[in-house]
């Protein structure tokens, strides 16, 4: 068979058209255009292809579309020049939403949820992380179902209208809860082996830190530079979603466990966090938390903030930590730079901050020490607060 009858497999990238929303008096901390380019790296991350970006202020949320009427026509009419294949809105929609808007714009509609779930799938590798990524996405597909039998439910109740579609519809509804009921009973399983675990720990007496931070801000890469290990570590989000614990010694010779977790995302949703219980369990037995801020983003303020939002929410407002400002090698010529580093670049109440460069090895030993001298602390229940700003960045 020659080269040419061969056909290929790959699939045809899809084009998406990026859709944001502000309303009017809200507090989230992140602009439009910030958010709306973290949405344009998740869809890149992906697979799919950014061919436009559209935007709407409004006082609220239409409840039916989402977005208003003359923004819909906008939508429709930039297909003709921007032959867009899937809209992607930056907030989580609600079934009604989306199946209306699937309705009159005749294209497949996903929202921020669905694709941060699209890329999860991708990133599992385990059995547990595609345990939990399943169930995320069983919970979301449960309450949006009915728009796949939409057309046999609007000729009403009656006869004609009592049989398959709508037999369907209960029988899919009805596996699905049975689906995640299996998953629930699979991952408590998990939770139950993990307490095990952390049982023999405490039996043990060793002392655990736990790295936390914004996806990318270089975690993995840390947790490989201080285990010496080769956790999956890549230059895109969530490139790692299963936890990941290695054994440690600091160059004074203090014996500790570091744990690698997931990372945290602007509008995380909570349906994402409570199917990630059993890793963010690891979090709450945790002695100590780190927490990796990537310095050269121009966000790392918001990104920061975010994630101590996600922890406070989490109930781990008063859990001790320390804060390691990651990529200094991005920032500054070399290590000697460090104390030129503008002073209004992070003030705080605590000294337990750590400038580190995870991928040229920068102050890894400083590092390790300021853990092994804050768990011994720790372990004494000490809590020291901080309060944290970053300088802005353009």
């Known amino acids: 068979m020659s080269k040419k009858t061969l056909l290929g497999t790959s699939s045809e990238i899809e084009k998406a058209l990026l859709v944001g929303v502000e309303v009017k008096g809200s507090e989230d901390r992140w602009s439009l255009n910030d958010s709306m380019e973290e949405l344009h790296q998740l869809t890149l991350a992906a697979g799919a292809e950014v061919v436009g970006k559209l935007t709407q202020r409004l006082e609220r949320p239409s409840p039916s579309y989402y977005i208003g009427a003359g923004k819909i026509e906008e939508i429709i009419a930039l297909r003709q020049t921007c032959p867009y294949t899937v809209v992607i809105f930056n907030d989580e929609l609600s079934p009604r939403q989306q199946r209306n808007l699937e309705d009159v714009l005749k294209v497949k509609v996903i929202d921020r949820t669905a694709l941060i779930l699209d890329i999860f799938a991708k990133r599992a590798h385990t059995r547990e992380g595609q345990l939990q990524v399943e169930l995320a996405q069983h919970r979301y597909l449960l309450p949006r179902l009915a728009g796949q039998w939409s057309h046999l439910e609007r000729l009403g109740g009656g006869i004609g209208t009592r049989g398959p579609g709508e037999s369907q519809l209960e029988t899919d509804r009805r596996l699905i809860r049975q689906r995640i009921h299996r998953l629930e009973e699979q991952l408590e399983a ?32 840390l947790f490989n530079a201080l285990s010496r290990t080769n956790v999956i570590a890549e230059n895109k989000p969530f490139s790692t979603l299963d936890p990941v614990t290695r054994r440690l010694t600091s160059p004074d010779g203090v014996t500790f466990l570091l744990t690698d977790t997931v990372g945290f995302i602007h509008k995380l949703p909570p349906s994402i966090i409570a199917a990630f219980r059993a890793t963010l369990e690891e979090l709450q037995e945790a002695d100590l938390i780190l927490h990796v801020v990537d310095v050269t983003h121009r966000n790392a303020a918001d990104q920061y903030r975010t994630v101590e939002d996600i922890l406070n929410d989490l109930g781990l407002k008063d859990k001790p930590r320390l804060l390691i400002i990651n990529k200094i090698d991005i920032a500054l010529r070399s290590p000697e730079d460090v104390l030129k580093l503008p002073p209004d670049l992070a003030q705080t109440e605590s000294s337990e901050i750590f400038l580190v460069s995870a991928l040229k090895g920068w102050y890894l030993d400083r590092l390790l020490n300021g853990i092994a001298r804050r768990l011994r602390t720790a372990s004494a229940r000490v809590v020291v607060s901080h309060n944290v700003s970053f300088a802005t960045r353009g």
């Not at 939770?191 to 996806?215: D, F, I, S, W």
């Open 190 to 221: 998990v939770r139950r082996h993990r307490e095990l675990y952390r049982q023999k720990r405490r039996r043990n007496q060793t002392p655990v830190a736990a790295l936390v931070g914004y996806t990318n801000a270089g975690k993995s890469t």
